[in-house]
């Protein structure tokens, strides 16, 4: 009987000590046997036509591309020392011979025929043209000598007559600006000779010699190293230097006396005027 109790004691002790989701059946009878009863496998249905779902399909969304860059054009610094200056070419004195074209006018007191009584002269202008060479010596950067050679031809101081000159003339050229630049602007003066000749019927010639002072002003216009064209405009000043004719009909034919005297038979020496120049130079 003991033994039986113990027995019971030691099955209801297992089964407290069992998890408590198994069943447990104690069968007395003429022994003890404990059974724990064992759930039935699980059934597995095979489904053939189960078809897994597609695997997620990632979308890459590209970025934006960046906005292009903006270029922003300033302007260079300013330097802050200037450029250094290339030296100056050196000069070289130079040699020119030219040619010119002339335009001459003399103004010179003329007779009145109104009033033959009249001390006073009044004045008339002699018209001429022609042409000349001349030498142009560059010595100096801004200094320059000319000695020129020129004739002229035309009509004097009263109509009809006519009239001749060949003018020797020496100057002294200033010229502003550097030595390399192409057009110069120069101022000149100088002295000057002249030979005349009036009328053409010998012995009815006056053949006049006059020395004076001249002055004026030009440019220079240098189309390359050895080549220039020049433009001046000059006035001057004279003094009938030699002997007139002594004939006495000379004072009062208009015709035949270099046109300074009056209808007194009252003669001036002195007479002025102006002439212009344009030539070109070739320079050695």
């Given at each position: 009987m003991v033994r039986v109790v113990a027995t019971s004691i030691l099955a209801f002790a297992a089964l407290g000590a069992m998890p408590t989701t198994s069943a447990a059946q104690v069968i007395i009878s003429g022994g003890i046997h404990i059974g724990v009863p064992v759930p039935?496998?699980?059934?597995?249905?095979?489904?053939?036509?189960?078809?897994p779902p597609p695997p997620p399909v990632l979308i890459y969304m590209q970025p934006p591309a960046p906005p292009p860059p903006v270029v922003l054009v300033r302007p260079a610094p300013l330097l802050q020392q200037p450029l250094p200056l290339l030296p100056e070419p050196e000069f070289e004195s130079q040699i020119g011979i030219g040619l010119r074209l002339n335009g001459a006018f003399t103004g010179m007191n003329q007779s009145d025929e109104r009033d033959p009584?009249?001390?006073?002269?009044?004045?008339?202008?002699?018209?001429?043209?022609?042409?000349?060479?001349?030498?142009?010596?560059?010595?100096?950067?801004?200094?320059?000598?000319?000695?020129?050679?020129?004739?002229?031809?035309?009509?004097?101081?009263?109509?009809?007559?006519?009239?001749?000159?060949?003018?020797?003339?020496?100057?002294?050229?200033?010229?502003f600006g550097r030595h390399t630049q192409a057009f110069r602007?120069?101022?000149?003066?100088?002295?000057?000779?002249?030979?005349?000749?009036?009328g053409e019927d010998e012995p009815r010639v006056d053949e006049p010699v006059y020395v004076g002072g001249l002055a004026g002003i030009g440019v220079e216009w240098r189309l390359a190293p050895f080549l220039a064209l020049e433009a001046d405009l000059?006035?001057?000043?004279?003094?009938?230097?030699?002997?007139?004719?002594?004939?006495p009909a000379y004072r009062t034919d208009s015709l035949w006396n270099d046109g300074s005297c009056n209808s007194a038979g009252e003669c001036t020496d002195y007479e002025g005027g102006g002439t212009f120049h344009l030539g070109a130079i070739l320079y050695f």
């Open positions: 039935a496998p699980p059934i597995v249905v095979y489904d053939y036509y189960y078809q009584y009249r001390d006073d002269y009044d004045h008339g202008v002699a018209a001429m043209g022609g042409a000349g060479l001349f030498l142009r010596f560059h010595s100096f950067p801004n200094l320059a000598f000319e000695l020129g050679l020129d004739g002229y031809g035309g009509q004097g101081y009263v109509a009809g007559s006519v009239r001749s000159e060949i003018p020797a003339t020496l100057a002294a050229l200033y010229f602007l120069f101022l000149l003066t100088g002295i000057g000779v002249a030979w005349a000749k009036i000059r006035g001057f000043i004279r003094q009938r230097v030699n002997e007139r004719p002594t004939d």
